[in-house]
């Protein structure tokens, strides 16, 4: 069964410091995606970074990149140069399956991330 | 930009009561989603649909929690009767068969509690 697994509750940075949170996963399939979601304060669910199990280079979205390491079955989340506005949870999903968004997503328990002045 | 719709915002009730919440998908998208998150549990997905046939609701207490598509810009999340438990909220996303990062779009939640 699919499985992502974050390990940090909680992290804190400072400002303009990089910052690396942890996932890992478990499938069984070949054929998988794994997604970074920020979620505020506010509540909502926003999507920053996808990476697709047969992509060769590690994704990059602005100051977010992923670091996929697919025998290691991890795909951490770099962010850089961390902002203020980046204090909130972060969750790791793993979609198992080819269809795009039309197979389930599961989450990990997500990493809280509070960015100090 | 598209937006997944869903309603209410915010409920309190009263335990024993039924709850209704709704969502309305992205017109185009074929699978609607529906997750509860928890402090404890975290997001757990409940039960899903792909061209309004439920594919999954493995994850829905099936005594008390049901889950329906009545038409392609309808899907509901009923609770009968609530108990102090459900409080949390409720996300519906839906999804398409684009490739990529971009294919899910959540709504904002429902936040339910239940006293």
């Known amino acids: 069964a699919q499985k992502i697994t974050q390990t940090q509750p909680g992290m804190f940075v400072q400002e303009k410091e990089a910052v690396t949170l942890d996932c890992t996963y478990d499938?069984?399939?070949?054929?998988?995606?794994l997604f970074w979601y920020k979620q505020p304060s506010s509540g909502e669910m926003i999507f920053l970074i996808y990476q697709g199990s047969y992509d060769e280079q590690n994704a990059t979205e602005g100051r977010y990149s992923l670091n996929f390491q697919k025998a290691r079955k991890s795909a951490n989340l770099v962010i850089s140069a961390s902002q203020l506005g980046d204090s909130a949870m972060y969750f790791c999903?793993?979609?198992?399956?080819?269809?795009?968004?039309?197979?389930?997503?599961?989450f990990g328990t997500g990493t809280l991330l509070a960015v100090q002045p | 930009d598209a937006r997944v719709t869903q309603t209410p915002r915010h409920k309190v009730t009263e335990m024993g009561q039924e709850v209704t919440m709704r969502c309305q998908p992205i017109l185009g998208h074929n699978t609607v989603f529906w997750y509860r998150q928890t402090m404890m549990q975290g997001l757990e997905l409940l039960a899903y649909?792909?061209?309004?046939?439920?594919?999954?609701d493995s994850g829905m207490p099936k005594d008390r929690f049901s889950a329906e598509m009545p038409d392609a810009t309808l899907a509901t999340l009923k609770i009968q009767p609530s108990e102090p438990r459900d409080s949390a909220v409720y996300f519906c996303?839906?999804?398409?068969?684009?490739?990529?990062?971009?294919?899910?779009?959540f709504g904002s939640g429902t936040r339910l509690t239940v006293v």
């Open positions: 996303a839906s999804g398409d068969a684009r490739e990529g990062g971009y294919g899910y779009t």
């Open positions: 649909f792909r061209n309004r046939a439920p594919l999954d």
């Open positions: 499938t069984s399939d070949q054929s998988y995606g």
């Open positions: 999903a793993m979609r198992e399956g080819y269809g795009g968004a039309t197979n389930k997503l599961i």
